[in-house]
């Protein structure tokens, strides 16, 4: 409801058939569930081995297993092999929330990662 208010306040036209709730669950309630699930749960948990931490270029095998089981986990909720597309942003925000050492970043900018996709989906 307030997310429906604030968008309305400032102007914001929903899309045909796009409802207030979709926005929502999309920029804030996906990404909060997400990243609590998948960075503070599983990735943390691997980073606390050794070999998981071991990286390359940049990127920890925790990192990267996180983000298989991530894109994997959406292409099969979906039914949709074009959903593993999650991987590449899945590894960035892992890289931040390694980098970051905390929650909030990462799920800043998996938030920031929707509202570009439904901005390109939706022009």
Known sequence: M?????????GLQWPD?????????????????????FRGVLQRELLRYAIFSSSWMGVSLANLTTSVVFASVHVIWFANP????????????GHVYER??????????????????FCWFWA
Do not use: D
């Open 2 to 10: 307030a997310v429906a208010y604030f968008a309305g306040w400032i």
């Open 17 to 37: 058939g796009v409802a207030p709730q979709i926005w929502f669950w999309s920029l804030i309630g996906y990404p909060v569930c997400e990243e609590l699930i």
């Open 100 to 117: 970051a050492g905390g929650l909030k970043s990462a799920i800043a900018v998996h938030g920031w990662y929707n509202l570009v996709g």
């Open 82 to 93: 074009s959903k593993a597309v999650v991987l590449l942003p899945s590894l960035i925000i």
